[in-house]
């Protein structure tokens, strides 16, 4: 049985945890300070409720792949990796748009929870009911990346999600040591180095999801006679002992000297999405999301502003001056 996939899967919900549970610590230490500590039941109310709603789109999604996985057997395996390709794509997406807004957000998030509560506190109707909001929205937003990755996993079965567990239960332990036993941790060097973490294993499911595009096409290519021009590499290019379908060259072969299904090489599989057959447009799109999503971590990480609407506010109000 291979356990690999749980580190990757722990260290994702690990940063996902203390991420919520940072806001629930702020909220929590913001309601004793402002006297109504009677509103804390409804911090519990939405971390428990959060925790099940992300507990149900999982089961939702395994529900759904095994019904679109059984409802037609011929394709079975084609979609099998279609399915995991999609969900590793959308986690992709969802993953690397969570580690850059953290990483701006990161410095506001006391003053942004603090003052979201002031206002919420302000209401004379419904200031519980808004805090379990509140808690209800963060603990689902992490717990909804982590779904996603787990599913994009889901051939491995029920192993990821005790990485998963594993993650809440840390998260939860760092959240008591900061709030209740007030132990200091450096906790920007924690999502720096989470960060870094969470970075090569997003790329590591750029090529994954790659490979299994590849490989479902391949299939598809094989039992549906129409389907063969998809495979247009394999066609018209590709020497009998390098067939691909759509991934281009062979860039390396490893298989004899690091396999990515033995230790150590299973490590860098399951961490650093490494293949021991890996083509170049998998290779071309690692580097490419390195580069653009990996610089504008590492430029977050340095103060900098990468994205800025001033400009467009700028011509906005030239325009409005000129009409």
Request: aromatic share 12%; charged share 15%; net charge positive.
């Amino acid at each position: 049985m291979d356990y690999s996939v749980v580190l990757p899967t722990f260290i994702i919900t690990l940063r996902e945890g203390v991420e919520a549970a940072l806001v629930v610590g702020i909220v929590v230490a913001y309601l004793k300070k402002a006297g109504q500590r009677h509103l804390t039941k409804w911090v519990y109310g939405g971390i428990t409720a959060g925790i099940i709603a992300s507990a149900m789109i999982g089961l939702f999604f395994s529900w759904l792949i095994q019904d679109l996985s059984t409802a037609n057997q011929k394709y079975a395996p084609v979609i099998e990796l279609l399915l995991e390709a999609s969900f590793s794509l959308m986690a992709v997406a969802m993953l690397s748009w969570m580690l850059l807004w953290m990483t701006r957000q990161a410095k506001q998030m006391r003053e942004q929870v603090e003052g979201n509560l002031r206002k919420l506190l302000k209401q004379d109707f419904g200031g519980g009911w808004a805090i379990f909001t509140l808690i209800f929205l963060a603990v689902v937003r992490e717990g909804f990346e982590t779904v996603l990755f787990i599913a994009a996993k889901f051939q491995q079965g029920f192993i990821p999600a005790l990485g998963a567990i594993a993650g809440i239960g840390v998260a939860s332990g760092i959240g008591i040591l900061l709030f209740k036993w007030g132990v200091k941790l450096n906790i920007r060097l924690f999502f720096k180095v989470m960060g870094v973490f969470l970075l090569l294993i997003i790329g590591g499911l750029v090529v994954k999801a790659l490979g299994n595009l590849d490989t479902a096409v391949h299939a598809l290519a094989q039992m549906d006679r129409q389907s063969e021009s998809l495979c247009f590499y394999y066609e018209a290019f590709a020497k009998p002992l390098d067939r691909d379908c759509i991934l281009g060259p062979l860039v390396w072969n490893f298989s004899k000297v690091l396999p990515d299904d033995r230790f150590p090489g299973i490590i860098f599989s399951s961490l650093l999405g490494y293949t021991q057959r890996l083509y170049v447009v998998q290779a071309l799109s690692y580097g490419v999301f390195l580069i653009t999503v990996g610089g504008i971590f590492f430029q977050s990480l340095s103060g900098r502003v990468i994205f800025s609407l001033q400009p467009l506010k700028n011509l906005r109000k030239l325009w409005a001056l000129r009409n």
